[in-house]
């Protein structure tokens, strides 16, 4: 369930209820980095789960927290003190989510993410393989929907072949998406905002194309993650960026004052120290040299 219906007036009936705070088990948070990256800004009831959890459960009653992309140091200690976890009183496990059988690529685009066309993308989709393209916002979706339209024959099965998916979608229509793009050998691309970064498990996806770095480095794996879940596959994640942006983490590090910590900047710095200036991408893991050679 979504933390938004933890402040509904049920939730509060249930929980003083002496037949379910007697049979409680435990309590669970899937993504629980969402706490920083959406509990600060757009979704604040992520930050709330914590004094939920600790005021409305049993005491007796144990509490996880589970993620694939926490970072450690500052990122994890918040998460644990929005969630009432202080040292001496909870076990941490931390095991790798290495994903040997994906593939990570940063290209440079030839055309800005501002535009109507996207011609960075079609050779990937001429490929044939089953993409999910992120964006950063419902505008770049629409863009990018009706680019890959005007390109396909009119006989085509467009509705099919590429669906959106977003929180405005029905809930519908998103689960529909999800059941195409598994089980329909003609669905073949996904047009996502962040909407598709956390928890969804399409294991047919073969592609992840992001259109620009998300805003954190969290968002970025999770984006990465939504490929190669089977592990007999070869997953592709590719971020198209600006050269701009590489340029900005370089003078970011650059400064000569003393700047916070920001480990996002240090991730885009690592990839501008790889990519060489000819050829324009890089590739970090995964066999072969670039993305044509899985087409």
Known sequence: MDPE???????????ESPIFRANILFGCIDEVHLINVWGLSFRTAFAAIGTFLRGRFPASVSVVGLSATLEPGPAT?????????????????????ERPNTQFTVQFTTRGLNSDTFPDLLPYLASGRKTIIHCRTLDQVSRVYAYIWRLQPDNADKLI???????????DYNAETIRLIDNNPRCQIIISTVAFSNGLNAKSLLDSLSLGFAPTFDES????????????????GV????????????????????IPYNPF???????SSCLSSNP????LKGKGKGPSNLG
């Open 280 to 283: 324009a991408e890089y590739c």
């Open 265 to 271: 900047i240090y991730f885009l710095f690592f990839f």
């Open 161 to 171: 072949r590429t669906r959106m998916y977003h929180s405005i979608n029905p809930a």
């Open 239 to 258: 971020i198209l960026a600006n050269r701009s942006v590489i340029k900005a983490a370089e003078t970011y590090l650059e400064c000569e004052y003393i």
């Open 221 to 236: 794996w999770q984006e990465k993650g939504r490929v190669g879940r089977n592990p007999d596959t070869i997953g592709r």
């Open 5 to 15: 219906h933890l402040r509904d007036k049920e939730w509060r009936e249930i929980t």
């Open 77 to 97: 200690a918040s998460v644990c003190k929005s969630l009432g976890f202080f040292d001496g009183g909870f076990k941490f496990i931390r095991n790798s989510n």
